[in-house]
């Protein structure tokens, strides 16, 4: 039985404060700031950590635990030090004051996504070494500079700059830990992987002219016949690894109809989303759910016409769209052709395809995080998972990536849903403690 250092929750939550005071905004950055607590806590135990700065100020620190006789490849504790900006005057308090409410609300930008899990990965770090244990592996504890503007002074730099110095065999992130009530039962999702993404340009043209007359065969009209057909376009179930995994975990646990549900769904190449719709997932999961089991098109931005009584020629459409691991762009891009046909003309919209990533979800590091779980919250079941947006895993190709980092019940999932990249981001102390505890935990399970 691993033994819990008394003080293993307060650090965290110091550490997380004293995070949350440094101002990380991106852009600009600054990430030096929030390096600069990391490097003196570690420090304070006689851990050297090393700053990786890609541009001045664009710093990701790491740091390592060496085992004197390693028997596997290194895990890694990752996360990121950036914030999303802030509106100061839509907050009820400071968002960079760290201030701890009498509810137990620890407020801040990052409170959630993510310095909570920087904090409470560098206690459990700084916790392992203070506890002697002589290790298996090494352990390596990095925080990234510019996750939420994409990587390039931060994850991405340091995997093509120092790789030597973050390589692992799996590491733990952020998107995941989040509670599913299912048919009376409690789960828990774990990022095993995420979709890819890449811009679609959609160029839709037609009959110039006098806004005085109206014509047919205009860029507008054309364009509206378009968004139709886009807007109709069923695109195919998919049935990933890591969806599959899920759902047998889910018949298995609550077995009876749902199991026969499961099994059939999964007989089927692509099973239609009226089936998939019947599952007893949580109502507010079920967008996601469609999400992560389909690629995905969505317009985003339009851009045509410069005088009110001229009728364009050109329009041009934005196209967010997202692939699932091992989807095809060049194959994606040519079905939205065909979708739209002689309509509109579509293409890229940048000269590199985001492809999508998924660790294996049936790995030691997945059962770890599962035995780890189930002797804090008995009886619980972890689900691997995707998710639809993307974080850093993606730029660290070879490292198997998962996202996890659990709250012990889903009372403040509601509060919480609206504050990540919202105003008034806080996260309750209680839950800081529960996940910094889970990761002491799981470093005994996978390291010592
Ligand atoms: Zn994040």
């Known amino acids: 039985m691993t033994t819990i250092p008394e003080n293993l929750g307060n650090e965290s939550i110091r550490m997380l404060q004293a995070l949350l005071r440094t101002d990380t905004q991106s852009p600009p950055g600054n990430e030096i700031r929030s390096a600069e607590v990391i490097r003196e806590e570690l420090a304070a135990h006689g851990i050297e950590s090393e700053f990786l700065e890609a541009a001045p100020g664009r710093v990701s620190i790491v740091a390592r635990l060496t085992a004197a006789n390693p028997t596997a490849r290194p895990v890694l504790l990752m996360g990121h030090i950036d914030v999303v900006t802030v509106e100061p005057e839509k907050w009820t308090r400071d968002p960079f004051g760290g201030e701890l409410d009498d509810d137990g609300f620890l407020w801040g930008r990052g409170a959630l996504d993510m310095k909570c899990q920087v904090a409470g990965e560098l206690a459990a770090f700084i916790a392992l070494k203070e506890s002697g244990a002589a290790l298996t592996r090494d352990v390596i504890f990095v925080a990234f500079a510019d996750e939420e503007a994409g990587g390039t002074y931060g994850a991405d730099w340091v995997y ?111 099973p239609d989303w009226s089936e998939l719709e019947t599952l007893p997932l949580p109502d507010d999961y079920k967008s996601s759910f469609k999400a992560i089991t389909r690629n995905t098109t969505v317009p985003t931005m339009i851009s045509g016409g410069k005088q009110l009584n001229v009728i364009p020629g050109e329009i041009t459409v934005c196209i967010d769209c997202r692939l699932l691991p091992g ?65 850093d895993a993606a730029l ?48 005994w399970h996978v390291a010592v």
């Open 160 to 270: 093509k700059n120092h790789l030597d110095k973050i390589d692992a065999e799996f590491a733990i992130n952020e998107g995941g830990g989040t509670p599913l009530e299912i048919a009376g039962r409690t789960f828990y999702t774990c990022q095993a992987g995420e979709k890819g993404s890449c811009g679609l340009k959609m160029t839709v043209r037609g009959l110039p002219g006098h806004a005085s007359v109206p014509i047919q065969g205009t860029a507008f009209q054309n364009l509206s016949k378009a968004l139709e057909r886009l807007d109709a376009w069923q695109h195919p179930t998919v049935i990933t690894k890591s969806v599959r995994l899920m759902l047998e975990s889910l018949g298995n646990a609550i077995g009876g109809d749902l199991a026969e549900q499961v099994t059939a769904i999964l007989s089927q190449d692509s």
């Open 327 to 391: 989807a095809d762009p060049d194959a994606v891009l040519a079905e939205a052709q065909e979708i739209v046909g002689d309509l509109a003309e579509m293409s890229f919209l940048y000269e590199t395809q985001e492809v999508g990533i998924e660790a294996d979800p049936a790995s030691s590091f997945f059962d770890a995080i599962q035995a780890t779980m189930s002797t804090m919250i008995p009886g619980v079941t972890v689900i691997p998972t995707l998710i639809s947006g993307g974080t």
């Open 396 to 443: 660290l190709p070879g490292i198997k990536v998962y996202g996890f980092y659990p709250f012990p019940s889903t009372d403040r999932l509601a509060i919480y849903d609206p504050l990540v990249h919202g105003h008034d981001e806080r996260i309750h102390v209680d839950d800081q403690v529960f996940a910094t505890e889970f990761v002491y935990r799981l470093l």
